[in-house]
């Protein structure tokens, strides 16, 4: 049996995700939750844009991403205390 080659094989630069459809996809969500009088997201949908919205902003430039991540969390916190 033949040791596989460990180093002779090249890896395959991971896919880089496309920023337009990263905005397009934030802009989406943002307009969704500015819209709503009531939180429009369930438990689980709001712990999965919690997680996923800081990853997936990443692909943008460092002032878009901030600005983007500041609505989003004024969003939540709008729709949170209108709950509470």
């Not at 996809?25 to 369930?42: C, G, H, K, N, W």
């Not at 919205?53 to 004024?74: G, K, S, V």
Request: charged share 30%; no cysteine; net charge negative.
């Amino acid at each position: 049996m033949s040791q596989p080659d460990l180093f002779g094989a090249v890896a395959q630069p991971l896919p880089q995700p496309d920023p337009e459809a990263v905005r397009r996809r934030m802009a989406d969500l943002l307009q969704r939750l500015s819209e709503a009088d009531v939180m429009p997201l369930t438990e689980k949908e709001l712990r999965f844009w919690r997680t996923v919205a800081p990853q997936t902003t990443r692909w943008l430039e460092p002032e878009e991403r901030a600005r983007i991540l500041a609505d989003f969390e004024a969003q939540i916190d709008r729709l949170t205390r209108k709950a509470a």
